[in-house]
């Protein structure tokens, strides 16, 4: 039975972490499409004036100089974060059922 509460906990906080997740990028793109500090109307307005291709190539040079700096640096897609969620509660629910087991031996 405690083993069930046990899970249930540690579920119910995944749903937790991954709900306030969502909300704190919700909020982020919120913030991005309103636009408040102007600086989306100023890329809307580098990338489409006169110099678009000068600005692209400046800032194609900026993307090359951090890869070249951090060349093992990689952005991690949320599957990666639910298939290591899923791998730890496999664990962790292996382990649970190896500890039953020593408890009624």
């Known amino acids: ?5 046990q899970n249930r906990i540690a579920r119910d906080t995944r749903v937790l972490h991954l709900i306030e997740r969502s ?14 500090s102007g600086a989306r109307q100023e890329e809307i307005t580098a990338i489409s004036g006169p110099n678009e291709f000068a600005e692209f190539y400046k800032r194609l040079k900026i993307v090359k100089e951090y890869h070249r700096r951090f ?33 009624l031996n």
């Open 1 to 5: 039975m405690g083993g069930q509460h």
């Open 71 to 103: 060349p093992n640096d990689m952005a991690e897609p949320m599957e990666y974060e639910f298939a290591l969620m899923q791998k730890n509660k496999e664990q962790s629910v292996a382990g649970t059922r190896t500890a039953q087991r020593h408890r």
């Open 23 to 36: 909300q704190k990028r919700s909020v982020q793109a919120l913030e991005l499409s309103e636009d408040q």
